[in-house]
């Protein structure tokens, strides 16, 4: 028999992840996507979200335990192979339109701005566009095709990440095989973005296409260079020997028209590198080991040098702001590391367990809705709770919290826990090392 104090724990846990659920119509969804075609007996769809995220407190995800948990929620036994059968075509409807009102619902909160430099306040949003892969069972290749190795093909999943860095929030999620690589997922950020909103990308979603569908619709944007394009004097039209310019001034700041075929009007600017940055730079691209790539002389000086364009002028951006604005893209490499070390995302899909494409599809849309409903609504509340009181959260540190005390988390009210927050998971004071906070005051 269960310990009567377990037992407790288990109904506050309970109630409180129900707490969180009870605003989203999970029975009108269950019935809009054919999860739920009769009356429900055992298995519900809210059944099968709290059971995961009581599996996933523990960082394992079978199919035994799925069913232990929605036994130990429901009181009745049920069996693996009754929740495998639930987790099919309907499920994953299921969930997507519940991820999707939590998505909206969380836009629509008007939650406190993080403080920020005041070139970055008149921004309702700065958008950060990146994306994560997840390694899967090799059965699962014709599903999501990854790389070759050593003649075999590998399975590769790829999470694609809009997020907010004014309110904290995510934008918009979308699962792609690994093939589709970022590149082809670039114009995607024309139908997130609005009007007024500032982009941050890296290399990898560089599309002059897109700058300019970008211009057209206001969107401002920051992104470095790729090497190789076309650049023209804004006014004469002529060609600009790059390379040139540098080793008479050093730096650049001025409108160009980037590309041969688009002639984008943008503003580049490029500053110098320190040596021993430049030195790492080169040295890493000589240990490239992709066959494909022989770098030319002009490739090598030009890694002594950090090359961005943007949309705003001189008044808005100095250059060496340009370089930190930039430098704010680094925050959803931050979180994706939260998911993975913290929140153990590739731990929930084990290698060597026959898994479905529905039950992949099901693992990640459910971690996904974890996150949205855990450490997006945690962070918001703490960060905007600590900056009353002049303090500062790591995201990183929060997350670890959250993962090592989700039960104490589950039990008690976020403002009793506030001061424990503040003191375990607030920022070290380093005058070597910028954090986030600080980061955004472009300083």
């Given at each position: 028999?269960?310990?009567?104090?377990?037992?407790?724990?288990?109904?506050?846990?309970?109630?409180?992840?129900t707490?969180?659920?009870?605003?989203?119509?999970?029975?009108?969804y269950?019935?809009?996507s054919?999860?739920?075609?009769?009356?429900?007996k055992?298995?519900?769809?809210?059944?099968?979200?709290?059971?995961?995220?009581?599996l996933?407190?523990?960082?394992k995800?079978?199919l035994?335990?799925w069913a232990e948990?929605?036994?130990l929620?429901?009181?009745?036994?049920v069996?693996?192979?009754?929740?495998?059968?639930?987790?099919?075509?309907?499920?994953?409807?299921?969930?997507?339109?519940?991820?999707?009102y939590?998505?909206?619902?969380?836009?629509?909160?008007?939650?406190?701005?993080?403080?920020?430099?005041?070139?970055?306040?008149?921004?309702k949003?700065?958008?950060?566009?990146?994306?994560?892969?997840?390694?899967l069972?090799?059965?699962?290749?014709?599903?999501?095709?990854?790389?070759?190795s050593?003649?075999?093909q590998?399975?590769i999943?790829k999470?694609?990440?809009?997020?907010?860095l004014?309110?904290?929030r995510?934008?918009?999620?979308?699962?792609t095989?690994?093939?589709?690589?970022?590149?082809?997922k670039?114009?995607d950020?024309?139908w997130?973005?609005?009007?007024?909103?500032?982009?941050?990308?890296?290399l990898g979603?560089?599309?002059?296409?897109?700058?300019?569908?970008?211009?057209?619709?206001?969107?401002?944007?920051?992104?470095?260079?790729?090497?190789?394009?076309k650049?023209y004097?804004?006014?004469?039209q002529?060609?600009?020997?790059?390379?040139?310019r540098?080793?008479k001034?050093?730096?650049?700041?001025q409108?160009?028209?980037?590309?041969k075929?688009?002639?984008?009007?943008?503003?580049?600017?490029i500053?110098p590198?320190p040596?021993?940055?430049a030195?790492?730079?080169?040295m890493?691209a000589?240990?490239?080991?992709?066959?494909?790539?022989?770098?030319d002389?002009?490739?090598?000086?030009?890694?002594?040098?950090?090359?961005?364009?943007t949309?705003?002028?001189?008044?808005?951006?100095?250059?060496?702001?340009i370089?930190?604005?930039?430098?704010?893209?680094?925050?959803?490499?931050?979180?994706?590391k939260?998911?993975?070390?913290?929140?153990?995302?590739q731990?929930?899909?084990?290698?060597?367990?026959?898994?479905?494409?529905?039950?992949?599809?099901?693992i990640?849309?459910?971690?996904?809705?974890?996150i949205?409903?855990?450490?997006?609504?945690?962070?918001?509340?703490?960060?905007?709770?600590?900056?009353?009181?002049?303090?500062?959260?790591?995201?990183?540190?929060?997350?670890?919290?959250?993962?090592?005390?989700?039960?104490?988390?589950?039990?008690?009210?976020?403002?009793?826990?506030?001061?424990?927050?503040?003191?375990?998971?607030?920022?070290?004071?380093?005058?070597?090392?910028?954090?986030?906070?600080?980061?955004m005051?472009?300083?």
């Amino acid at each position: 028999m269960t310990p009567k104090s377990t037992r407790s724990k288990e109904a506050k846990s309970f109630d409180s992840i129900t707490q969180k659920l009870k605003n989203i119509p999970l029975n009108q969804y269950a019935r809009r996507s054919g999860f739920k075609q009769r009356k429900e007996k055992k298995i519900t769809g809210k059944g099968l979200i709290i059971g995961f995220f009581l599996l996933a407190m523990q960082s394992k995800h079978t199919l035994q335990g799925w069913a232990e948990q929605l036994c130990l929620l429901n009181g009745k036994t049920v069996s693996k192979q009754a929740v495998w059968d639930r987790i099919n075509d309907c499920f994953i409807r299921f969930l997507l339109m519940v991820l999707k009102y939590q998505i909206n619902h969380q836009s629509a909160l008007d939650h406190k701005n993080v403080k920020a430099h005041p070139a970055l306040s008149h921004y309702k949003r700065i958008l950060l566009q990146d994306s994560t892969t997840i390694a899967l069972p090799d059965v699962l290749s014709r599903f999501y095709p990854g790389n070759v190795s050593q003649g075999k093909q590998k399975a590769i999943l790829k999470i694609q990440v809009f997020y907010d860095l004014v309110r904290h929030r995510f934008v918009h999620f979308e699962i792609t095989p690994f093939t589709a690589n970022d590149q082809s997922k670039s114009n995607d950020i024309i139908w997130v973005s609005r009007q007024g909103d500032l982009v941050i990308r890296d290399l990898g979603y560089f599309s002059l296409n897109c700058f300019e569908q970008m211009l057209t619709r206001k969107i401002n944007f920051v992104s470095r260079v790729r090497y190789g394009v076309k650049i023209y004097d804004a006014h004469s039209q002529q060609e600009i020997n790059l390379l040139a310019r540098l080793r008479k001034h050093h730096q650049f700041d001025q409108w160009i028209l980037l590309g041969k075929q688009y002639r984008v009007p943008v503003r580049l600017v490029i500053e110098p590198l320190p040596q021993q940055q430049a030195d790492c730079r080169r040295m890493r691209a000589k240990q490239d080991r992709d066959y494909r790539i022989n770098h030319d002389k002009q490739y090598y000086e030009l890694l002594g040098y950090q090359l961005f364009i943007t949309s705003e002028s001189q008044t808005i951006f100095t250059p060496s702001q340009i370089a930190k604005v930039y430098g704010l893209r680094w925050r959803i490499e931050s979180i994706f590391k939260c998911w993975k070390s913290q929140f153990h995302l590739q731990r929930l899909i084990a290698p060597n367990v026959s898994f479905t494409k529905q039950r992949v599809q099901a693992i990640i849309y459910l971690m996904l809705l974890f996150i949205l409903l855990f450490q997006v609504t945690l962070f918001q509340y703490f960060q905007s709770s600590s900056n009353i009181k002049g303090g500062a959260i790591s995201l990183i540190k929060l997350c670890r919290y959250t993962s090592s005390n989700i039960q104490r988390l589950l039990e008690h009210p976020f403002q009793k826990l506030l001061q424990e927050i503040i003191y375990y998971c607030s920022y070290d004071k380093r005058g070597d090392l910028k954090n986030f906070t600080q980061q955004m005051l472009l300083t």
